[in-house]
């Protein structure tokens, strides 16, 4: 499977921005059952959990991002999102996709929040 992130950018505290993950090389049903979701790494810190979505559409948030963030996923586009609302200069990273099984990391994409 291949992820592809987009969606990044630069934007000032409390402003928003939507990434979007696109997998391809895998059929829609085999999609279906696998849990999405979205890691981040700041300069000089380890990549951390952001949020995860289920096949069942259970959802997992880290404590920093919950009530900004929303995870959501498109089935019959393959696709799962980040809606990033509020954002704060703590959420300078580089974002990255994710499936499991088998615990896949796709190319990140940089998000920059400006104070």
């Known amino acids: 499977v291949q992820l592809q992130a987009s969606g990044g950018g630069l934007v000032q505290a409390g402003g928003s921005l939507r990434l979007s993950c696109a997998a391809s090389?895998?059929?829609?049903?085999?999609?279906?059952?696998?849990?999405m979701g979205w890691y981040r790494q700041a300069p000089g810190k380890q990549r951390e959990l952001v949020a995860t979505?289920?096949?069942?559409?259970?959802?997992k948030y880290a404590d920093s991002v919950k009530g900004r963030f929303t995870i959501s996923r498109d089935n019959s586009q393959k696709k799962v999102y980040l809606q990033m609302n509020s954002l704060e200069p703590e959420d300078t990273a580089v974002y990255y996709c994710y499936i499991s099984p088998p615990d896949q990391w796709g190319q990140g994409t940089q998000v920059t929040v400006s104070s």
């Open positions: 979505i289920t096949s069942t559409r259970n959802t």
């Open positions: 090389r895998m059929i829609t049903s085999v999609f279906n059952m696998h849990t």
